[in-house]
């Protein structure tokens, strides 16, 4: 059990308890069997495209019965974005995990997890072709962005606020799902 997590830091790509999860090779890393409860509170970012979870940042492999406390009020993540580079400019911003990926099959992913807090995101730069970035968040309640993986018995209990200028993929469990199956 991990409480009281704080992460301030806006020069962060990665961030969460573990920023970045990978194996040295395949697909079998991952993190299983955690209680989290903490706060992420990240103001004027100027960082492209970061992913962003209490858990988790990037996870490149499984996430297995992990979640928050029952405590609203104790698991919060605030992420306010100043990128203004031109680009695609796509935070991934989950309640547990930012991005979940795998290129191996089975396609683990996240199984019987669970968030219970709120989040609040913003990209709000004004999109101006070649000058600022095309940007808008992918947001979700347990993953922002699941990219061929699985994602099966989750469970979410969150308060979910975003202000982006435009494209914005909004789920209460997952912002964006590329692929695999969703039960």
Same mark, same amino acid.
């Given at each position: $059990?991990?409480s009281?997590l704080?992460i301030t830091?806006?020069t962060?790509a990665?961030v969460?308890? *573990?920023?970045? +999860?990978?194996?040295?090779?395949?697909?079998?890393?991952g993190?299983?069997? @955690?209680?989290?409860?903490? $706060?992420?509170d990240i $103001?004027?970012a100027n +960082? !492209?495209?970061p992913?962003?979870?209490?858990v988790?940042?990037?996870?490149?492999? *499984?996430?297995? =019965?992990?979640?928050t406390t029952? +405590?609203k009020?104790?698991?919060?993540i605030?992420?306010?974005?100043?990128?203004?580079?031109?680009?695609?400019h796509?935070?991934?911003?989950g309640?547990?995990?930012?991005?979940n990926? =795998?290129?191996g099959y089975p396609?683990n992913?996240?199984t019987?997890?669970?968030?219970?807090g709120?989040? @609040?995101?913003e990209?709000?730069v004004?999109?101006?072709?070649g000058? &600022?970035? =095309?940007s808008?968040?992918y947001l979700g309640? @347990?993953v922002? !962005?699941?990219n061929r +993986?699985?994602?099966?018995?989750?469970?979410v209990?969150a308060?979910? &606020?975003v202000?982006?200028y435009?494209?914005?993929?909004l789920g209460g469990i997952?912002?964006?799902?590329?692929?695999e199956k !969703?039960d």
């Open positions: $059990k991990i009281g704080k830091d806006n962060l990665a969460g308890l *573990f920023g970045y +999860v990978r194996a040295s090779s395949g697909d079998g890393a993190i299983r069997n @955690l209680e989290i409860s903490g $706060k992420i $103001k004027d +960082v !492209m495209s992913n962003v979870g209490l988790a940042g990037l996870v490149w492999g *499984f996430v297995e =019965n992990c979640r029952d +405590v009020a104790d698991n919060t605030i992420y306010k974005s100043i990128f203004s580079q031109s680009g695609q796509r935070p991934a911003v309640g547990l995990v930012g991005w990926a =795998n290129s396609h992913g996240i019987g997890s669970s968030f219970t709120t989040i @609040l995101v990209t709000t004004e999109y101006i072709p000058v &600022t970035p =095309n808008g968040p309640g @347990l922002g !962005m699941a +993986v699985n994602v099966a018995n989750g469970n209990d308060d979910i &606020t202000n982006a435009r494209y914005i993929s997952i912002g964006y799902a590329m692929g !969703m």
